[in-house]
């Protein structure tokens, strides 16, 4: 039996950019996958690589959901699952989410450029609470000198161990050590800029962007030096770390810092209306632990009234007390912080994986079950995997956190939104029969709703919880500008560009490539809700599905912002774990993942670009901004 895709306008082009890789990984000219292959690969590794034990007819239902997208593992997964690079990596390779605190000099973030590195999305707590707890900087500290020869003090590995070495030893010497000076190093040993990568694919950033980093955090640190650095400095360091990261690069950095709601500079960070902001900072969402809104500072509306970007809400006390809304049965008390898109929440160093599931593609609520327990199991055994991190391969194999989602949500019947609260219920008891079976502990949360940009466009269905942006748009997507596939798009006829960055300069190692996109008739779209009907729905899957956390931007207009207060007021505390906000139009944001267009417009677009159906030559690339207000995880 043959099984036909139902690829959206853009869905066949998203997975070959995204997700096919070489049929041959030796082979430079090799074709790419096609998406039965994608597919076969990893129905393969679930058994041969994850050890699901899966049987035969298991094995074809869950190849079949795949193809019909009724379900699909995490983008990680399709791209990762089956390669050498599981072998190798283990845990890490398979991870969208990761977590930390700083608390400590070095480790925090050497953590974090790790796993940014590896290609998750990282948040972290920057309380004051938290980087209060540093040392002082070290008065005499100078920055690391390059020297680029053989008798350096330390020649950097051509790795990403040798990446992050570097960074430690930069940070060892700022708090650390009271000795005058530094440490000089070399980069003779990493490969140049454009250089093929293996593995993750793509090419080398070259030495550059790693020597302009670890000099601008030095200079960071030498601003306070005999004092301990602040919120936004830790701020700063992680932001410059994920610039180093992304440049040049297949891994797009995605964060989330998240601060004290009083802390007005951290709070001030990001007012690019201000001037005077460094660009870094565009890397990071950012968003304050308010456990009550009366505890947001004026400053914290600024964003909302287009001054800078808003800043998202982070509810820990609701986080750690319940799994879905009033059920204190999973309590989470070692939460401390969310993954960059405020799904999923997390402790220090730990680590999640996802899944999804079509809700408006599923045909029945046994149907859903089954997707979801399949699902369940590629997870549940990703988590069980060893680390190379020996912190977080503890807190992963303790909670065996996941995050089965679902999207399409605002498309789906009434009668697919009511499997939600039944089908929850048999998951967990499933958890608890097969945790017992395989001797795992019972996972601390199952479900979630994250934004579920770049999966929910492959069947063209709105992206978790969120209404249609639109009914005709342009759809923006970040491509490396030396990808072959820039040149596909040109010659098909779609708009490309050079990303601009928040300053006005233009980002010559990025470019944004712009798709004509729209939705079927009937679909509901965020011009037919108000910002409180969009809570209600957020609220409604947080009781009905999500023991983690729903994430979803909240589109607003400027005159809505009193009644959004007011039912923040009310509604807030005890029925939101995570939350943010974007202004529908007129946010400011340059070459937005999302632009309304008129029908006329729209077939404009149609009538002079060519439909991509078929791609021949290696197109493996970069992920779309999942997130509306910044960098969300890499596939």
């Not at 063209?460 to 009914?471: D, E, I, K, R």
């Not at 008129?598 to 999942?626: F, H, P, R």
Request: net charge negative.
């Amino acid at each position: 039996m043959t099984i036909e895709t139902p690829w959206s306008s853009i869905g066949y082009i998203t997975y070959k950019r995204t997700y096919a890789r070489r049929l041959d990984e030796n082979d430079a000219n090799s074709a790419t996958e096609e998406f039965k292959d994608t597919v076969g690969r990893i129905v393969k590794a679930t058994n041969d690589q994850l050890g699901c034990g899966f049987d035969t007819e298991e094995q074809a239902r869950l190849e079949q959901y795949l193809l019909e997208l009724k379900g699909t593992v995490a983008g990680r997964f399709l791209w990762q699952l089956g390669t050498s690079t599981v072998d190798r990596l283990g845990l890490a390779s398979l991870q969208n989410c990761a977590f930390t605190v700083v608390d400590d000099p070095v480790r925090p973030f050497t953590w974090a450029m790790d796993l940014l590195m590896l290609g998750s999305g990282v948040g972290y707590n920057i309380q004051r609470k938290h980087v209060d707890k540093l040392p002082v900087v070290n008065q005499f500290f100078t920055s690391p000198k390059r020297v680029d020869t053989a008798d350096a003090d330390f020649i950097v590995p051509d790795s990403r161990e040798g990446w992050v070495k570097l960074l430690g030893k930069t940070l060892k010497a700022a708090f650390l050590s009271d000795k005058p000076g530094s440490f000089s190093y070399s980069t003779i040993n990493i490969r140049g800029k454009g250089a093929p990568i293996k593995g993750f694919g793509g090419t080398a950033s070259g030495a550059e962007i790693l020597c302009e980093g670890i000099a601008q955090i030095s200079d960071v640190l030498k601003k306070r030096k005999g004092k301990k650095i602040r919120p936004v400095d830790a701020l700063d360091i992680m932001n410059i770390i994920g610039s180093i990261v992304v440049a040049g690069n297949v891994r797009r950095s995605a964060q989330i810092a998240i601060g004290d709601p009083d802390d007005v500079e951290y709070l001030l960070a990001k007012r690019w209306d201000m001037g005077n902001i460094p660009s870094w900072r565009a890397m990071s969402n950012n968003s304050v632990v308010c456990n009550d809104i009366g505890d947001l500072h004026e400053y914290f509306w600024d964003g909302y009234e287009g001054k800078g970007e808003p800043y998202g809400l982070i509810n820990l006390r609701l986080s750690r007390k319940e799994g879905r809304l009033g059920d204190t049965r999973y309590a989470d008390p070692d939460v401390q912080g969310y993954n960059p898109c405020a799904e999923q929440s997390l402790a220090n160093f730990e680590t999640c994986c996802l899944a999804e599931i079509y809700l408006p593609n599923v045909t029945s609520f046994n149907e859903f079950v089954d997707i979801s327990t399949l699902l369940y199991r590629i997870n549940k055994h990703s988590l069980n995997l060893p680390c190379h991190l020996p912190e977080t391969e503890a807190i992963v194999h303790k909670n065996m956190r996941m995050g089965i989602g679902v999207t399409g949500y605002l498309q789906a019947s009434e009668e697919q939104k009511n499997w939600l609260e039944e089908a929850y219920k048999k998951l967990r008891t499933y958890d608890e029969w097969y945790s017992a079976k395989h001797e795992f502990n019972k996972s601390i949360k199952l479900t979630t709703v994250k934004p579920s940009g770049t999966l929910s466009l492959l069947p063209g269905v709105t992206p978790g919880a969120h209404p249609g942006y639109s009914q005709y748009m342009i759809r923006r997507i970040r491509i490396a500008s030396n990808h072959a596939l820039v040149d596909v798009c040109r010659q098909n006829g779609y708009p490309v560009e050079y990303q601009m960055n928040f300053d006005g300069s233009e980002d010559h190692s990025t470019v944004v490539v712009s798709f004509p996109f729209s939705f079927p008739e009937g679909t509901r779209l965020a011009a037919e809700m108000t910002a409180i009907d969009q809570l209600e729905v957020v609220k409604r899957l947080q009781k009905d599905w999500s023991d983690n956390s729903v994430s979803c931007t909240i589109y607003y207009r400027k005159e809505e912002l009193p009644e959004i207060k007011k039912y923040l007021k009310k509604f807030y505390k005890n029925n939101h774990k995570s939350l943010s906000f974007l202004l529908h139009s007129e946010h400011g944001f340059k070459q937005a993942p999302l632009e309304e267009i008129t029908k006329e417009e729209y077939d404009k677009m149609v009538e002079s670009t060519t439909l991509i159906t078929q791609i021949d030559e290696a197109t493996i690339g970069l992920d779309e901004d999942e997130c509306a207000t910044g960098a969300c995880p890499i596939r």
